[in-house]
């Protein structure tokens, strides 16, 4: 019998963190290049902000 390695989405929090993110900003319009784009950025402000490199992220609601 072969080794099976069934790897998992999402891996960690970040990644979980980073698709629900996207899934609630209306990335519906982005085109693949721009949603992996948009996914490597939102990612790694995640890590840094948890490392501490990067000032907290500040978020401002806009009412319609």
């Given at each position: 019998m072969s080794d099976i390695n069934l790897s998992t989405f999402p891996k960690n929090k970040f990644e979980a963190l980073t698709?629900?993110?996207?899934e609630h900003h209306g990335?519906?319009?982005?085109?693949?290049?721009e949603f992996l784009d948009k996914y490597e950025e939102v990612y790694k402000r995640m890590k840094d902000h948890a490392s501490g490199d990067q000032p907290p992220i500040r978020v401002s609601k806009i009412n319609i």
């Open positions: 698709m629900l993110y996207l990335v519906k319009s982005l085109n693949p290049e």
